[in-house]
């Protein structure tokens, strides 16, 4: 049995889905943002299977640009983040529902 | 002749539009002055165009005013034929007796001038009626002497008995209207024109048949009943007599009332081929004139009495001309027209001696208080008693004549007409009896007076026409019948039966009048009875039949209607919009709190929404 | 290599704005004066480059350029036309913001045209990798403008709300560029055209999942439901002054990408997606006009209220490529509203709270006729009235739904635009119906807000009496 | 070119609109929206002379093409049908702004709404391509939305906002409607189109037409109203001001009938037949049951409401008579209701304004103190019941007798509406002008002022005129509508029945 770039695009599908289901079911801000992360990150991995699998250099490419952007919205993300704690002391996102209906 | 036959309608009309503008201004009597003027100048004019038609040497003459109504073939277009001429002559010549007594009997009344308008523009609608050359315009006299009679009847509009009644006769008469209007519908549909002539050339050339001549014949009964009064739309009649007396003399009991009796005699041409529909109307007549004769047996109110003897002799009439006896129809129509008004402004004469006393059991001894008023309205009493030679011996015997005359089951109706002469002849003894003769019952302080000049002379007046009135047609000399044949050249006339059968007919129904004025005086020679039995409260109140109508339609109607307006609009239909519209609203809220605040649940959201996605676009094709 | 300075003209425009702007700020401390003095530059600058595109390469005349990374075309320069003076307004809008954060308002001014500009490459991105990162750039200024007064209670957490599921929208979309790619062989839109048209897929799930995903993230940016869940907190929550800005950016960015990806790349599957766009869009109207009825909130009404506006827009997208005209025409018309409804509301509540109660609106007609007529407009507008613009939008957007046969989808529309009356009109009832509380001052209408105000009620008139020409240029504001 | 008189017709209240509001002096915008709807006008008036009564086809035509690709142009003409609705309109604004002393706070925004109103309304008759006639027909809510929820009374908010949502909600369809028929017949006619001329060439299939009935059909049904979309209309009259109850009844409501017998009957003839027994139905309802439920109204506003349901009824019944008489007597039908009706109304609004109160159990015995005021009253209330002489008669009798020989058992039922217009509206003056005065404040009230005589005097000339002499209206009106029957005839196998055909009493209802 051969591992081909197939089995890595259903692991990247996999974590996807675990991203997705920490941000559905944590309550912290900063996880249910490194689930973001993780997401992204599953998303790299696709890409790089794909580019794999296609011979095509465009995945490797696309996850630089990835990388980069993800850290940009890691600053500004954290910033945010940091914001409210400071304000309200918690960084749990279910005490923020001040605004709703 | 255009122009004189167009003054005829035009002279009235001038008055009235005069008195609405300047009425207050010209003020009393001027105003009455000028009404009784207009009135008697069509009526010179309309005597004097007569005179032709009198000789024989006229012809039917037409005058088209302007193009009126093309799309029903009409035209405003009036009609000079005998018929036309004879309803003219005696609209404008009671009409102008009644104007003059009204100077008097008006005399200080606020309104002074708009009441003469008002008399003005009824005379100018019954004009319009009976001048009519097709049936639109027919119906515009139709609806604008209705409108007259409302404005008359509630005259005196502080007194709310007086609005109501107003309210009642132009109700009840658009009752009538409909099937009016209904029968205007077929006759356009069969026809495509509403012009006498097509529609009358037309029915007798055989183009109206079967059930559509019956339809509309008994359409036009249902219009004539409202108008004239008769069974089961007379009711508005007797209330009537909230209207100053004077209205009730010209427009309840000689002219308008008759306009269903003309009507009728106009439209032979479709009687003729409606067999059924013209022996109902002998028979709506005949039920009605007996009908109404019982009730006016029981009224106390003199007016009322009147107002139910006139129902009682417009039966008479519809009796005639549903037996194809139109012309004896119309004869008992001008005659009626003669005593009846007499009758009337008698008793307007008697009120306004009384200072407006009505009920006749407060009267008595009047006689030789007020005489003139009293020999006038004897001869009158006779005269509608059936008393040879006085002009309603004439037309009554003539009309029961004719309907004998038909045999088999008519010579019912000629027994429920001889019955209705007995009691006509009591309840009239009855009424004259009490205001004239015997004890003086007034109230207190009441000081019976004659009437002035300007009153008693049409008494005068109508008192002479009452006696030789009904010389115009006698079994000896037919001048009326022979006058009119060509009008109701289209029909069979009925006629009445001559030689010892007549003579026979002509005894019996004297014999009938003169049993029902012994019975009266016999009943009421020496004192007034009680008459507050069952029997008399069940008349007195005319078989409570206004009452179930009140019931009925009055306040069931209102309920019903009370219903459909504040349930079934406002909580059904309305209800239903509302509904929509708060139930959006009230979606809108109970939605709210399905945006929870909480971004976990937002992410659920999406994740749902992109799951739905992700199945919808895998299900088009497949992993 | 086609390399080209008009192509990125008005992305340097801007940037270069930007640059001056931080760095004389840095430098003399000259205070909002010359920021809005540099702002002005930028945008103008950006615009006259987008008119100038225009000129050039509009209609048939659009052309690639950077490795067929950047489509300069109708589509991408009438997205600049739009976009730039739109913002252009909402930063003039929000200019009391501005003011009222002291030298930070710099840092706000600047990061509102790095979004514009990045809103701006949504639109003329030919590279779905190249889309991801304009729409990072666009999202992540936004995030922080949404966030950036400290007055306003809600303003932090609209930021991390917005932020949190921003970022989620994008890591969804992204997999779905991932996943084409995947299917394609290629991140480029052109050449995933050309593959798409030339190859039949026997197996097309990566692909079609791929499109639910792209579809995914684009709906969120135009707040179609069910991805409009942020909306409401965020538009209620941010500052007065930022609102309109983030509204109509959001907008029209997001719908300029989603047109461009549905037609061009996906263009041969529009049986597959148009489907899945009707029903989006009806969502997006019910849930949008049901929930706005019963809100007590200016802003989070009108936010309710874009997203019915996002379905009616997506109403044109179901005709595909013949549609994108009659989109244009709603986008340019609505985002005008839009910054101008803002604009009043923060006039009347105030630019750095985020909170609009309805209720500070009650008797505005008494207290200041002008302003309460150019709401009503904007109202009716968005209700679709006649002789508004918003009026001429509808017609579009349905004209062409009805083309493509989706008439079940405009009657519903057209309900639910019936429905969208009960809150335009309560605005207006407060205005106009009930008396002025007392002792409550007229509003004092800030330079920057009233001519934003006054020019977008203009255009709304002025478009709705004579559509025509901007109907006419729609028609070529198409993708290559 | 000629000068564009239709295009005037519209621009001038819309000038004088603005001009209103532009002139800041409260004290001027009377005079000056005076001023301008009287110079419309003339133009109306000039318009009546000019036009060529017998012609069948449009005239003073205006068209220029807007927007190719939709097949949208500003087109407008004015035919037989049109034409004396747009000098009623013209006609009655002038009269209503006279009443509107009343109106004193936002004095020029009132005015103005007034004349945007008017515009609105002349466009609505006058546009000829249906986009263009949807934006009359759309745009023109908003002013009147104003002048109701403003100017209007306690409730005023309500009916407004129900007036517009309830309309909106009508047209609503009716957009989907036009939409789709620019479509349907872009093959037949090579391109969309929305010009209405261009429609009349094409051909639609039953299905289609059936669909576009109802969609055109509803909007109108509940502008009309015909039962039972009635409700949003006593609500509206109740608290608009009365100016805009005398615009509401005397010309708004004409629209929707106006609607139903230019598009509806023309575009889609075959669903017009088809349908002809539902409309017949829901006319002859609404005949009866408009008047029925205004004998029992306590708010003499209301009460008028009603009895506008059931006059719309007669037009409604007219049209789908199918027949000239029928025809033509739903459109003078249309015209002397407004008259009459705007009249009661402005007669209403002239007892409101001093006594402040429209209950009728709040006045009783008025004819002794107001004469004059009783005698107008009483005036128009027989003419709204039809008598003879006056207009309402004309067109009572031309539906009536004109829909018998189509519409047998309907005709008959509507019949019966006249004895109830009797009924309500004499109940109604009996109860207010008659008997003895019980409420004091009553007793003070002044009689007509010069002001109100010369809104009543016009109208009183107009209502006697067409009621003696209908000819010229109904020469103007009959060519067009014998136009629509025509292409009824020649596009459905119906057959216009003929007076004077039958000789046998129609026994089935509704054939």
Redesign the interface.
């Known amino acids: 049995m051969t591992v081909t770039p197939g089995w890595y695009m259903a692991l990247a599908a996999v974590l996807f889905v675990i991203g997705t289901g920490g941000i559905l079911l944590r309550r912290n801000a900063l996880v249910m943002f490194m689930s973001v992360e993780l997401m992204l990150n599953a998303v790299n991995l696709t890409f790089v299977a794909a580019g794999r699998e296609l011979n095509v250099l465009d995945g490797q490419v696309a996850v630089f640009f990835v990388m980069v952007v993800a850290a940009a919205e890691v600053v500004v993300g954290l910033a945010i983040i940091v914001a409210v704690f400071r304000r309200r002391q918690t960084a749990s996102v279910d005490e923020l529902s001040e605004l709703r209906g | 002749m255009d122009l004189a036959l167009s003054l005829i309608v035009l002279l009235p009309l001038i008055g009235m539009l005069i008195l609405f503008a300047f009425g207050r201004r010209i003020g009393e009597p001027g105003a009455g002055i000028v009404a009784t003027v207009a009135v008697a100048g069509s009526f010179v004019i309309a005597l004097v165009l007569a005179l032709d038609l009198f000789s024989g040497e006229g012809s039917v003459e037409t005058v088209r005013w302007?193009?009126?109504?093309?799309?029903?073939g009409v035209e405003a277009e009036l009609r000079w034929d005998q018929l036309s001429t004879l309803m003219t002559l005696v609209v404008t010549g009671v009409g102008s007796l009644i104007h003059l007594y009204s100077i008097g009997y008006m005399h200080g009344d606020a309104r002074f001038g708009r009441f003469f308008a008002y008399l003005n523009l009824f005379i100018t609608s019954m004009l319009i009626l009976v001048l009519a050359n097709n049936f639109?315009l027919l119906?515009?006299g139709w609806?604008?002497v209705g409108?007259s009679s409302?404005l008359l009847i509630?005259f005196w509009?502080?007194?709310?008995t007086?609005?109501?009644a107003?309210?009642k006769a132009?109700?009840v008469n658009?009752?009538g209207?409909?099937g009016f209007?209904?029968a205007?519908?077929?006759i356009?549909?069969?026809?495509?024109?509403l012009g006498f002539d097509t529609v009358f050339d037309g029915a007798h050339n055989g183009?109206?048949?079967?059930?559509?001549a019956t339809?509309i014949a008994l359409l036009l009964l249902v219009g004539a009943a409202g108008k004239s009064a008769q069974l089961p739309l007379y009711v508005w009649l007797p209330d009537a007599m909230e209207g100053p007396t004077p209205v009730s003399a010209l427009i309840h009991a000689a002219t308008m009332v008759t306009a269903g009796v003309y009507m009728v005699a106009r439209t032979g041409a479709i009687f003729e081929v409606a067999p059924i529909a013209a022996a109902t109307v002998a028979i709506v007549g005949a039920a009605t004139a007996l009908f109404a004769a019982t009730i006016a047996m029981s009224q106390r109110d003199i007016k009322r009495v009147l107002a139910y003897s006139t129902i009682s002799q417009l039966g008479y009439m519809f009796m005639a001309v549903g037996a194809a006896a139109y012309v004896a129809g119309i004869f008992h129509l001008m005659t009626h027209a003669f005593f009846k008004a007499l009758l009337f402004l008698g008793a307007g004469s008697v009120i306004h001696g009384m200072s407006d006393e009505q009920d006749m059991h407060k009267m008595g001894g009047l006689a030789k208080k007020m005489p003139v008023t009293f020999i006038t309205m004897a001869i009158a009493w006779l005269a509608i008693s059936g008393m040879p030679p006085l002009a309603g011996f004439w037309s009554k015997d003539e009309i029961l004549g004719v309907v004998f005359e038909r045999g088999g089951l008519w010579q019912v109706l000629w027994g429920v007409g001889l019955a209705t002469a007995l009691l006509t002849a009591f309840y009239m003894t009855r009424m004259m009896w009490l205001t004239f003769f015997g004890e003086p019952r007034w109230d207190e302080g009441i000081q019976p007076h004659e009437s002035p000049k300007l009153m008693t002379i049409p008494l005068v007046v109508l008192a002479g026409l009452s006696v030789v009135g009904g010389l115009v047609n006698t079994p000896f000399k037919l001048t009326l019948e022979h006058f009119l044949e060509p009008v109701f050249e289209a029909v069979h006339l009925a006629h009445a039966p001559e030689g010892s059968v007549a003579w026979i007919l002509a005894a019996v129904s004297v014999a009938a009048g003169i049993i029902g004025i012994g019975a009266a005086i016999f009943r009421y020679r020496d004192r007034v009875p009680a008459e507050d039995g069952t029997g008399w409260r069940l008349l007195n109140n005319g078989y409570y039949i206004d009452d179930m109508y009140a019931g009925v339609f009055a306040r069931g109607?209102?309920l019903?209607?009370?219903w459909?307006?504040?349930r079934f609009?406002v909580r059904g239909?309305?209800g239903a919009?509302?509904g929509v519209?708060s139930l959006?609203?009230r979606?809108?809220?109970w939605?709210?709190?399905l945006?929870?605040?909480?971004?976990?649940?937002?992410?659920?959201?999406?994740?749902?929404?992109?799951v739905?996605?992700?199945v919808?676009?895998?299900s088009?094709?497949?992993? | 290599m086609n390399l080209d300075f008009l192509a990125v003209a008005p992305t340097v425009a801007i940037v270069a704005a930007v640059v001056l702007l931080l760095m004389v700020d840095v430098t003399f401390k000259v205070g909002h004066r010359w920021w809005g003095f540099a702002a002005a530059l930028g945008f103008i600058g950006a615009t006259t480059a987008s008119v100038w595109q225009w000129v050039e390469h509009r209609g048939a005349d659009g052309e690639l350029f950077y490795s067929g990374m950047l489509s300069v075309d109708g589509f991408s320069s009438f997205a600049g036309m739009v976009i730039f003076p739109v913002a252009g307004l909402g930063v003039m809008a929000g200019w009391q913001l501005v003011r009222g954060v002291g030298k930070r308002g710099a840092e706000f001014v600047a990061l509102a045209m790095v979004a514009a500009s990045g809103a701006h490459l949504m639109a003329a991105s030919a590279d779905l990798v190249l889309l991801f990162i304009a729409l990072e750039v666009f999202s992540i200024s936004l995030y922080v403008l949404a966030g950036f007064s400290r007055k306003g209670d809600g303003a932090d957490e609209a930021a991390l709300k917005y932020f949190l599921l921003g970022a989620l929208a994008s890591a969804v979309f992204l997999y779905g560029v991932a996943l084409v790619f995947a299917a394609t062989g290629t991140t480029s839109m052109y050449g995933a055209q050309s593959f798409l048209d030339a190859t039949l897929i026997l197996r097309p799930g990566v692909l079609l999942a791929g499109i639910a995903l792209l579809l995914v993230g684009l709906s969120f940016k135009v707040s179609a439901a069910p991805f409009h869940v942020w909306a409401p907190d965020v538009y209620q929550g941010a500052p007065g002054g930022v609102t309109g800005f983030l509204a109509a950016g959001a907008k029209i960015a997001g719908f300029a990408a989603l047109a461009r990806v549905l037609v061009v790349p996906l263009g041969g599957y529009i049986d597959d997606w148009a489907p899945a766009i009707a029903v989006i869009s009806a969502m997006s109207v019910v849930i949008g006009t049901l929930f706005a009825i019963a809100q007590t909130d200016l802003k989070r009404m009108l936010a309710y209220s874009s997203v019915a506006h996002a379905g009616f827009i997506m109403t044109a997208l179901v005709a595909g490529p013949a549609g994108v005209a009659d989109m244009w025409f709603y986008v340019a018309t609505y985002s005008l509203q839009v910054v101008g409804a803002f604009a009043i509301a923060s006039v009347v509540s105030g630019a750095l709270t985020g909170k609009s109660p309805l209720s500070d609106f009650t008797g505005l007609a008494i207290r200041s006729p002008m302003l309460a007529a150019a709401m009503a407009l904007f109202m009716l507008a968005m209700a679709g009235i006649p002789l508004t613009a918003g009026f001429v939008g509808k017609a579009a957007v349905f004209r062409a739904a009805i083309d493509a046969d989706y008439l079940w989808l405009v009657i519903l529309g057209l309900v639910a635009a019936v429905g969208g009356l009960f809150f335009y009109l309560r605005v207006i009832v407060l205005m106009y119906m009930q008396p002025s509380a007392e002792g409550v001052p007229a509003p004092r209408v800030p330079l920057g807000a009233g001519v934003a105000v006054s020019v977008t009620a203009l255009v709304t008139v002025v478009v709705g009496f004579v559509p025509w020409p901007l109907l006419d240029w729609v028609r070529a504001a198409i993708p290559l | 070119m000629d000068f564009p008189i239709l295009s005037a017709l519209i621009a001038l209240p819309v000038a004088g609109g603005l001009g209103v509001l532009l002139v800041r002096r409260d004290e001027l915008a009377l005079p000056l929206s005076i001023t301008s709807s009287l110079v419309t006008l003339g133009g109306a008036v000039w318009l009546l002379f000019e036009f060529e009564s017998g012609e069948a086809g449009f005239q003073f035509v205006e068209k220029s093409t807007w927007h190719e690709p939709w097949g949208v142009g500003w087109h407008l003409g004015v035919d037989g049908i049109s034409l004396l609705l747009v000098v009623l309109t013209a006609f009655l604004f002038p009269i209503a702004l006279l009443a509107s002393t009343s109106v004193t706070h936002r004095v020029r925004q009132y005015m103005a709404s007034m004349l945007f109103l008017q515009a609105g309304i002349t466009g609505v008759f006058l546009a000829l391509d249906l986009l263009v006639f949807f934006i009359f027909w759309e745009a023109m809510l908003v002013p009147m939305y104003f002048i109701i929820g403003i100017w209007g009374d306690e409730r005023r908010i309500h009916a407004a906002v129900k007036f517009f949502l309830y309309t909106a909600f009508g047209s609503a369809l009716m957009f989907a409607g036009i939409l789709s028929l620019g479509f349907l017949v872009s093959d037949q006619l090579g391109g969309p189109t929305f010009d209405f001329v261009e429609l009349l060439g094409a051909d639609l299939t039953r299905t289609a037409q059936f669909w576009l009935f109802g969609a055109f059909g509803l909007s109108f049904a509940i502008k009309v109203p015909i039962f039972p979309f009635h409700t949003w209309l006593p609500d509206a009259h109740v608290e608009a001001p009365t100016a805009g109850s005398v615009i509401l009844a005397g010309v708004l409501l004409k629209l929707g009938a106006y609607g139903l017998l230019r598009f509806n009957l023309t575009l889609f003839p075959e669903a017009s037949v088809d349908l002809v027994p539902v409309l017949a139905v829901l006319a002859v309802i609404g005949i009866l049951y408009g008047a029925i439920v205004a004998i029992v109204q306590t708010d003499i506003k209301r009460l008028v409401a009603y009895s506008s349901v059931s006059h719309l009824g007669f037009v409604v019944l007219g049209v789908f008579a199918l027949t000239t008489q029928g025809l033509q007597g739903g459109v003078i039908q249309m015209v002397n209701h407004g008259l009459t009706t705007g009249l009661l109304f402005l007669l209403v609004g002239m007892i409101y304004e001093r006594r402040h109160t429209r209950e009728i159990s709040e006045f009783g015995g008025l004819a002794s103190v107001m004469p004059l005021f009783a005698g107008a009253f009483l005036f128009t209330a027989f003419a709204s019941i039809g008598l003879p002489g006056l207009n309402g008669f004309v067109g009572e009798f031309f539906v009536l007798i004109g829909s018998y020989l189509s519409l047998p058992g309907y005709a008959v039922a509507a019949a019966f509406g006249v004895v109830l217009a009797a009924v309500y509206l004499l109940w109604a003056y009996q109860r207010m002008f008659t008997g003895e005065i019980t409420v004091e404040a009553n007793r003070g009230l002044g009689d007509l002022n010069l002001r109100e005589k010369v809104i009543i005097v016009p109208m009183a000339v107009l209502i006697v005129f067409l009621g003696v002499y209908p000819k010229p209206a109904l020469d103007i009106i009959e060519p067009s509508v014998d136009a629509v029957l025509e292409r009824i005839e020649e596009k459905t196998d119906y057959v216009v029945p003929e007076f004077g055909s039958t000789t046998d009493i129609a026994v089935e209802v509704g054939e």
């Open positions: 302007f193009e009126w109504l093309p799309a029903f639109a119906f515009v609806e604008l409108l409302y509630s509009f502080e007194r709310d007086a609005a109501a107003g309210k132009f109700v658009r009752v209207d409909v209007i209904v205007l519908m077929l356009f549909s069969v026809f495509g024109s183009e109206l048949t079967g059930a559509m339809a109607g209102k019903g209607a009370a459909l307006a504040f609009d239909i309305d919009v509302e519209g959006t609203r979606v809108g809220g939605l709210r709190p945006q929870t605040g909480f971004v976990r649940s937002y992410g659920l959201a999406v994740v749902a929404g992109a739905g996605l992700l919808w676009f895998l088009r094709g497949g992993l």
